[in-house]
Nanobody
């Protein structure tokens, strides 16, 4: 188990930038996958970006080229740099960690979320 705390959300105009931070309660170096999901009102929670401990990244098509995920193991923090923001990016953004508990099982951990609002 790991506790995740997000910060950095807020209100920004379309075309602007924000950087979200997710700080974990312990080392993230051995957490296989960390990432960001988002959920807009009335919609499903969707994957935004992930990064593995080995450095592999994955992005939703809707954010590819605009968002960048990074992991700072020394600070136990995962970042999401969001550039060229669009109103459709408005959502609650959740930090996520997938921990392997055994070779065959995993546990998903979630932060409480941070609101990102992009105005037109």
């Amino acid at each position: 188990q790991v506790q995740l705390v997000e910060s950095g959300g807020g209100l920004v105009q379309a075309g602007g930038s924000l950087r979200l931070s997710c700080t974990a309660s312990r080392s993230i170096s051995n957490i296989n996958t960390m990432g960001w999901f988002r959920q807009a009102p009335g919609k499903q929670r969707d994957l935004v970006a992930t990064k593995t401990s080995g450095g592999t990244t994955n992005y939703a098509d809707s954010v590819k080229g605009r968002f960048t995920i990074s992991r700072d193991n020394d600070k136990n923090t995962v970042y999401l740099q969001m550039n060229s923001l669009k109103p459709e990016d408005t959502a609650v953004y959740y930090c996520h960690a997938r921990l392997m508990t055994t070779a065959w099982n995993f546990r998903d951990c979630w932060g409480q979320g941070t609101q990102v609002t992009v105005s037109s």
